[in-house]
């Protein structure tokens, strides 16, 4: 008895709070001010959502799954399934919601658990991202976009997909995926997906790829030496093809006291954007360099400036995040490159993780931390020396910065601020995978830590 009370109760509630049955076009009392106002209009001018008996439309509601159903069979012109069998534990079959229930269920748009279909469950972000998805039959896409959806979360790909066809957008860089939708939230994505000229501007990821080879819409870049000179590169990884897109010995000054494309150095790709650090100040009787520059390449017109973002010439790794740049400085000292460096036996520097604007204005200090002293290599000019830009000791992954040092691994998370110790293993290198952290240790054997 008590079930079918419930069953009843909440029939009751998809019947008063679900706008499946709509009126002609209203202006509602309580949305003539709203941001959404003309999202609003825009469905309710099409009959495919309405408002309450008060003639209201509680646009600051959370939306339910049942009412994000509703709208959706309207809005795409589902026809109703008929004759479902499908049987559910929270809705019954003489509900008159149970054919729209019955028929999301069934194409997949909206998916139950355990029997449950859950009606009357506030709508999350992430799950208004994979209805909309499904019901659009958008590409799942693997960018990063927001620095709180991590590859790690069920809709990653959903998020990431919708957000690149300018249906939904974040704040501060952020999606908040576990956030409730409310009505006039999902007015906007659903209008946004229906109708072109709706949609947002520009897409933007806040979060920036790094590596040696780094890969965006379908085409990954490095830098490489060919049989005349070093060069960028961009693969098309559908094709196979490849082609040179920037030329060492074409630019200008370079190797006149710096180097400014280096096989082996770290790219960082941040929208339509390519980072190359290079060598600067080149020291003309060890050939080593005292401080770095910074190039810039734009992936639509391949044009480039060098040195045109302020940042300080003994800056190390280097991370964009949330339209912030993050590198390191050494705190006591400037540590030259030298042969006398011995990479089996390493040290501990201290360090300060500084972030500054895309413009190289408002410097921030984010945190001091102690990290081991190994470079990553790139190209030597001699065997003993190691001169990358980036210390293997420290290592960024979407909205963290991983780092080792005498006493263990640490993660530094960029969204709170707040630093936790991993392992007490003693490592000397280190990579991350979706879930991972793999950490070598001083004696070569490998550990998997939990990111």
Do not use: C
Not at 41 to 69: E, H, V, W
Not at 86 to 102: I, M
Not at 369 to 393: G, P
């Amino acid at each position: 008895m008590k079930n079918i009370l419930v069953g009843a109760l909440i029939a009751l509630l998809i019947l008063v709070a679900t706008p499946f049955q709509v009126q002609a076009a209203t202006s509602f009392s309580d949305v003539d001010t709203h941001w959404a106002k003309k999202e609003i209009k825009y469905l309710s001018d099409r009959k495919i959502i309405g408002g309450y008996p008060d003639g209201t439309f509680n646009p600051n509601q959370p939306i339910t799954r049942a009412q994000a159903s509703a709208m959706l069979i309207k809005a795409l012109n589902i026809p109703l399934v008929k004759n479902p069998t499908v049987t559910f534990k929270d809705v019954s079959k003489n509900s008159p919601y149970y054919q729209v229930l019955a028929t999301v269920n069934q194409k997949e748009i909206l998916r139950g658990d355990n029997g449950f279909i859950r009606p009357g469950e506030a709508t999350s972000r992430a799950q208004m991202a994979a209805i909309l998805r499904r019901s659009f039959n958008l590409p799942f896409d693997k960018q990063a976009t927001f620095v709180d959806m991590t590859e790690a979360h069920w809709a990653f790909g959903d998020v990431n997909g919708i957000a690149k066809k300018g249906i939904t957008g974040g704040s501060d860089g952020r999606f908040m995926p576990s956030n409730s939708v409310t009505r006039a939230q999902f007015s906007a994505f659903l209008v946004r997906a229906l109708d072109n000229s709706m949609k947002l501007g520009n897409y933007h990821s806040y979060v920036s790829q790094k590596g040696k080879t780094v890969e965006q819409n379908g085409f990954s870049y490095t830098v490489s030496k060919d049989r005349t000179s070093t060069k960028l590169f961009k693969t098309n990884l559908k094709a196979g093809t490849q082609a040179a897109i920037l030329d060492s010995a074409t630019m200008p000054d370079n190797g006149t006291n710096r180097v400014l494309l280096m096989t082996g150095y770290q790219l960082i790709i941040y929208n339509d954007d390519i980072f190359i650090p290079y060598w600067n100040l080149i020291n003309e009787k060890n050939k080593m360099p005292s401080g770095y520059g910074l190039t810039k390449i734009n992936t639509n017109s391949w044009s480039y400036t060098i040195g045109s973002i302020p940042i300080e010439q003994k800056f190390r790794n280097m991370f964009i995040w949330n339209d912030r740049i993050f590198y390191t400085m050494e705190k006591n000292k400037e540590r030259v490159f030298d042969a006398k460096f011995n990479p089996e036996n390493p040290i501990d520097d201290p360090l300060v993780l500084y972030s500054i604007t895309m413009d190289g204005k408002g410097k921030k200090k984010e945190l001091g931390f102690d990290a081991r002293v190994i470079f990553d290599e790139v190209e030597l000019t001699s065997k003993n020396v190691q001169v990358s830009h980036n210390n293997k000791s420290i290592l960024y992954d979407h909205s963290a910065m991983y780092y080792f040092n005498k006493t263990g691994v640490f993660k530094y998370n960029l969204l709170d601020k707040k630093t936790s110790k991993l392992s007490n293993v003693l490592a000397k290198d280190m990579e991350v995978t979706a879930t991972q952290l793999v950490v070598t240790d001083q004696k070569g054997k490998k550990h998997n830590l939990k990111k």
